[in-house]
């Protein structure tokens, strides 16, 4: 036995076997080492694709001018993110994860590119907010990215997402039907838009508070009556049951750059000296609905695609209201004077004092 061969000794097959499967080992290896690689360049490519696609939806989002909604869901009246819990995200399981993406794509594809506004043309109300707009650039210019640019100054009535020019049509036909139910809301009389006070949403959003509770309930009532006939026509709508009117001038959301620039709030303070200016009044004139992406018009108003007006009556509210201000105290000291001449104490001393006159007017005659 001790000279035999090592080949014959005991185990020795065994030993073979497990020599010869060194190979099948080394591929096996291999093979995990190639797809560990693959998976790892697949992970590389859906980090860069949804940081590309993140990049996209902030440029769309700094196109976008301010949407309001408020009561079911705040954060949509006044563009602000929303956070998503991180520790909920972990728990999920992959498959939630991948459905959780799916729902995200489908909500950017929807994502609102049309508005109903109700825009803002009175001098006065410009030019005040221009110069807020002044005075908040020379404590901080880096806010001036956040600024509403001049000439885009509305009020949003709803949204909306028009995927093709059918549903633009579609739409353009369901604001032209508006009229007459507005007509018939209004009954003949003028909608005054009174705006005083200035206030914000989380410090994000800086706004011109509309104050007339009368008109902001009419202005609700348009705003429903215009959205059920869009919507009979099947188009989706959003803010519509939630509208609150508010003439936003500011919003950090245009400007995402500024939160790493420090800025992630606005500072009250910067505009404290308007916070109870009264701003003046607008009126109902017309409605337009409005592309949020396409070109804007060479006044910076946004491109509009159809529009509904009132009558003349509407145009001039602006100069009658002007007017009837001025004449009013007037008009209340007539009243008081005919007033004081119906009164027979007043009358009595008139006749007594036009008596006397006449008398001595007549003795000096006869002088």
Do not use: W
Request: positive net charge; hydrophobic residues 35%; charged residues 30%.
């Amino acid at each position: 036995m001790e000279g035999a061969p090592l080949s014959v000794l005991p185990g020795s097959e065994r030993g073979g076997a497990l020599e010869g499967t060194t190979p099948r080992l080394q591929a096996a290896s291999e093979n995990e080492a190639t797809e560990r690689n693959q998976q790892k360049r697949k992970r590389n490519l859906k980090q860069k694709k949804e940081t590309s696609n993140k990049k996209q939806l902030a440029s769309v989002e700094s196109l976008l001018t301010e949407l309001p909604f408020a009561n079911a869901d705040i954060s949509c009246v006044f563009e602000t993110a929303k956070t998503v819990d991180k520790k909920l995200k972990k728990k999920r399981k992959p498959h939630q994860l991948e459905s959780d993406e799916d729902d995200n794509k489908s909500k950017k594809r929807k994502r609102a590119n049309y508005f109903v506004s109700l825009p803002i043309t009175n001098v006065k109300i410009l030019h005040d907010i221009q110069n807020i707009q002044s005075s908040v650039l020379k404590k901080d210019d880096r806010l001036s990215r956040a600024m509403i640019p001049k000439g885009s100054f509305h009020l949003t009535l709803f949204v909306m997402h028009l995927a093709s020019e059918e549903e633009v049509t579609l739409a353009t036909s369901a604001l032209l039907d508006s009229k007459k139910p507005i007509e018939e809301i209004l009954q003949g009389n003028v909608l005054v838009l009174s705006f005083c006070g200035i206030s914000d949403f989380k410090h994000e959003v800086a706004y011109v508070n509309m104050t007339n509770d009368t008109s902001t309930a009419v202005l609700k009532q348009i705003t429903e009556a215009t959205g059920k006939i869009f919507m009979e026509k099947g188009i989706s709508l959003s803010g519509c049951k939630d509208f609150e009117p508010h003439l936003t001038f500011m919003k950090l959301s245009r400007a995402p750059k500024l939160r790493k620039e420090g800025i992630k709030k606005i500072d009250v303070s910067l505009y404290e000296d308007f916070h109870d200016h009264c701003f003046g009044e607008d009126a109902l004139m017309r409605l337009d609905l409005c592309s949020m992406l396409k070109k804007k018009q060479p006044s910076g108003y946004y491109h509009t695609e159809a529009s509904i007006f009132f009558s003349q009556k509407y145009r001039n509210t602006i100069t009658d209201i002007a007017f009837q201000k001025e004449l009013k105290p007037l008009l209340d000291k007539v009243k008081d004077i005919k007033k004081m001449l119906a009164l027979p104490e007043t009358r009595a001393k008139i006749y007594k004092e036009l008596y006397d006159h006449r008398k001595q007017a007549a003795a000096g005659h006869t002088d």
